[in-house]
């Protein structure tokens, strides 16, 4: 069982940044593609962006050159760094562990950008 816990979020004005976090129990970032997903009130879950065990880095086209996603494997942390943030990108964040037929998420976190 992974356990994963997401921290960072906030209210923040348009333009504005934010940086979630989420630590994973034990040192799984050797097994498993880690993510950043989103969910919208009244709208889908949607992927945002994901980074393999190899580092390879992958993003959603609405956040291109907005978002960085990153990780320590030493503190089995994963971050998302949020830069130049709109309002379309309020939503529950949540981080997800995944690999061939196992996937864990955290519990979410708030983000809200609103002047």
């Known amino acids: 069982q992974v356990q994963l816990v997401e921290s960072g979020g906030g209210l923040v004005q348009p333009g504005g940044s934010l940086r979630l976090s989420c630590v994973a129990s034990?040192?799984?970032?050797?097994?498993?593609?880690m993510g950043w997903y989103r969910q919208a009130p009244g709208k889908q879950r949607e992927l945002v962006a994901t980074?393999?065990?190899?580092?390879?880095?992958n993003y959603a086209d609405s956040v291109k050159g907005r978002f960085t996603i990153s990780k320590d494997n030493a503190k089995n942390m994963v971050y998302l760094q949020m830069n130049r943030l709109k309002p379309e990108d309020t939503a529950v964040y949540y981080c997800n562990a995944w690999r061939v037929g196992l996937s864990f998420w955290g519990q979410g976190t708030q983000g809200t950008v609103s002047s």
């Open positions: 980074i393999t065990r190899g580092g390879i880095t």
């Open positions: 034990g040192n799984i970032f050797s097994m498993y593609t």
